[in-house]
């Protein structure tokens, strides 16, 4: 539980805060939504580079080697399993994605409400507020490269674009209430009580979480309600792997050959070529 909000859940925060503002900026990641639970964190983004394999390199190093500095440990944080990084077909998966996101604590039983997360989270940001960070004390070179204080601004995610920014968010705090007291319902009939505030400032960052974690199972890619849709972006995914594999064995016996768009470890430390990204 190394992300642990604890007794000073504000030190936290700012710590998280700046790590995920400093690598967003670098990166070019645009943040829709973001909660830091205690031993995970969810992240809607839009890679608007192609550098997300970068970003998490980054963003999970200073994570890490921050939240060690903190606890006195030297041992590895986080969890040798694979990502899980899937992409949302359609604006209302795009949106519901979101509301699983904020409402994580919520459904995990920690607090009735997802506002009163001690820990980091987007839940009460508006799409283009900002919010700024000052550096950590005790683990950032003060003479180094990292600034004094960094900025972090709500994207807007590009989805129901008839709405402006404030019927959005309007929609997207509905969906957030309606699923809150959702589960606050199936909470009561099941005689189960959330955390709540006072045993989450207790909670021991050096214990196991109790959840259980199903193992051996295929990480998606794809996410969406409709098979239909999920069938159709997987075959997109089984066309860029043949396009990819074809160009591959023509580099390999050294005749010309163009990767297509999304080639990232051969177009980084290989230098091959890759197409240009045509928009669908």
Known sequence: MFLAPGLHPAELVNFIGYCLAYTAEKYGIQIHAAVMMSNHYHVDL?????????WKRLFNSLLARGINARRGRFDTMWSGDGPCDTQRPTDDETLMDMVYTITNPVT??????????????????????????????????????????????????????????????EKLVAAVRAKEISVQVEFRAKGRRFMGLRKLARQD?????????ERFRVTPKVAASSQWRRLAQLQ????????????????RAGKPAVFPAGTYWLARFAGVTVAQHRPS
């Not at 960052?205 to 974690?213: H, I, K, L, M, T």
């Open 46 to 54: 839009t890679d608007t580079r192609g550098e997300l394999v970068e």
């Open 108 to 169: 995990a039983g920690l607090v009735k409400w997802g506002r009163l997360w001690p820990g980091f989270t987007t839940e009460d940001w508006r799409f283009g507020e900002t919010r700024t960070y000052k550096r950590p004390e005790g683990f950032f070179d003060t003479d180094g490269e990292m600034p004094d204080e960094v900025s972090l601004t709500l994207a807007r995610p590009p989805i129901f674009h008839e709405l402006d920014d404030d019927a959005l968010y």
């Open 205 to 213: 960052w050096n214990r196991s979480a109790v959840s259980f974690e």
């Open 236 to 251: 997109r995914d089984r066309k860029w792997e043949a396009e990819y594999a074809a160009a591959r064995e023509l580099w």
